[in-house]
């Protein structure tokens, strides 16, 4: 009874903590309230059962509680604020995973401190007054008594093997260490898990010279392929953006149970189907309830190269994105450089132009109302107005060759043909040039293959981008997810290390001895 009023006790003084501090309860600081009931137990626990002692041999109640609340009040105290202790790594964390988790530590901690609190005076005070003297026990506490009598013998038996050998009880501890040390090193690490939400989106990257219209006939193909799909339950889709050769799906998967695979393995099964439609490429990726970075891109995580020059980026970036696509745990891989798409250059003769009696500013003004969509006038009705816009039909400014029919007039009112005056050429240009910190930037995005750890492909991603042999004018970094992930793991050695030394120096503290916390 006393341990089940300890408790909620406790996780009251805790959420009084939690409102002064201003935290609210949510998945974190519920998850560390369901942790915490474990450690406000085992407090609780510890003193009865020393208290219970007493009792057993005659001693008052009231004096037992006295006693045995002393006796083990050092050792309670011990064992919490060592716990403690052990979330250091997690309250000094920076960073968003800092961010996140420190309201978790915070709340775990104060909930054994309180926990502590409590075990040291309301149980002792419940103990005195509803523990009583037992004359004799029952079959079932002897039975469990014979149980755990055969525990401390065995417990004995041990220690006294292990004391006798020293030497390779201490090897053995050495090599206990030493593989904790290799595992951490060596295992594979992560960020967040991979969630599935039930909702994938993805990006239509079609070639650089693709038009707006034909946007239109290379997605509607897509979209019934991913809409096919047995898991996928409705699928939206539009073109446009920042470029005309991009455009965005939206698909919400049916439940789980209906679906009965993860969204990674559907993304997986639609790629082979997606790779028939020739001229674009369909990048998937699962929704995260948590994603760090506002960059819109092709995969969940992302490389960015920053220059000086958009000359050196321009070099350099090709090699970067065929180093990243050898790299076989990764998939997805895609770059935001584009700096091939097509434009037609005029090139007039100005003592030509001007025998005709035409200025630049008239063959401007020519060419804006073809291909520039000149607002002309505005109609208004009694609800609404309408913009009147002045451009060449479709069919015409669709094809490059319609500027040998344009026609300017010239100042006697006579209409010269462009193509008298002036050749026409197709060279390339960038679509879009992108910049991070005012510097012109190129990033390349990937998605993980299943089963592989985010670390995994960050040290996979170095070592590719060691290869290329990048100029000092060129830095690269992580970005999203990936830079994150690379912050918070950077500093975890020194604050698992400062851990480990403020629990030995509390235990050295209270045993007044330097060997006892290790031992």
Do not use: C
Request: proline content about 5%; glycine content about 6%.
């Amino acid at each position: 009874f006393i341990p089940s009023v300890a408790v909620p006790v406790s996780l009251v003084g805790t959420f009084g903590v939690m409102y002064l501090l201003g935290y609210s309860l949510d998945n974190l600081s519920l998850m560390a309230l369901t942790i915490s009931t474990g450690f406000v137990v085992d407090d609780a626990i510890v003193v009865i059962e020393n208290i219970t002692r007493y009792l057993e041999q005659g001693m008052h109640p009231i004096e037992a509680a006295l006693k045995g609340a002393q006796e083990v009040g050092s050792t309670v105290f011990t064992i919490s604020v060592s716990l403690i202790a052990v979330f250091i790594p997690l309250l000094l964390m920076g960073g968003i995973v800092g961010r996140l988790f420190r309201e978790f530590a915070v709340t775990l901690s104060v909930a054994i401190a309180v926990s502590m609190v409590v075990s040291l005076t309301a149980t002792p005070m419940m103990s005195a007054y509803l523990l009583k003297q037992v004359p004799s026990h029952g079959w079932m506490y002897r039975t469990s008594e014979r149980a755990f009598d055969w525990v401390v013998n065995l417990y004995g038996r041990t220690l006294a093997v292990a004391i006798r050998f020293r030497a390779i009880t201490l090897l053995i501890l050495l090599a206990t260490v030493g593989l904790n040390v290799y595992l951490f090193i060596r295992i594979p690490k992560g960020f967040f898990p991979q969630q599935d939400t039930g909702r994938i989106q993805g990006s239509i990257l079609a070639d650089q010279d693709t038009s707006f219209q034909a946007m239109d006939k290379i997605m509607l193909p897509m979209i019934n392929i991913v809409a096919a799909d047995p898991a996928v339950d409705t699928i939206i889709g539009f073109t446009g953006g920042s470029t005309y050769n991009t455009a965005r799906l939206f698909v919400s998967l049916k439940p789980l149970a209906q679906r009965k695979i993860t969204a990674d393995f559907i993304i997986a099964r639609l790629r082979p189907k997606l790779s028939k439609i020739p001229g674009a490429t369909l990048y998937l990726q699962s929704s995260q309830d948590l994603r760090i970075g506002g960059r819109q891109s092709n995969a969940q995580y992302q490389f960015t190269m920053q220059g000086d020059n958009l000359d050196d980026l321009t070099s350099f970036a090709p090699k970067m994105l065929a180093e990243f696509k050898a790299i076989p745990i990764i998939s997805d891989v895609s770059s935001d450089q584009q700096n091939r798409g097509l434009q037609a250059m005029i090139q007039y003769d100005r003592g030509t132009a001007a025998r005709f009696g035409i200025t630049p500013q008239l063959i401007d003004n020519t060419l804006y109302d073809a291909f520039g969509q000149r607002p002309v006038s505005t109609m208004y009705t009694s609800l609404n107005q309408y913009h009147v816009v002045m451009e060449a039909s479709p069919e015409f400014w669709q094809n490059p060759l319609f500027l040998s029919q344009v026609y300017v007039d010239s100042a006697g009112g006579q209409q010269v043909p462009l193509s008298a005056f002036a050749q026409f050429a197709s060279t390339t240009a960038p679509l879009t040039v992108t910049h991070q910190g005012l510097f012109p930037a190129v990033t390349i995005s990937f998605n993980l293959k299943p089963g592989v750890a985010l670390g995994d492909a960050v040290n996979a991603s170095t070592r590719a981008a060691a290869k290329v042999g990048l100029p000092a004018t060129i830095q690269t970094e992580f970005a999203g997810t990936a830079q994150a992930y690379q912050a918070s793991l950077a500093t975890e050695p020194i604050l698992i290390a400062a851990a480990l030394v403020a629990v030995y120096l509390i235990l050295a503290m209270l045993y007044e001895s330097y060997i006892h916390p290790i031992t």
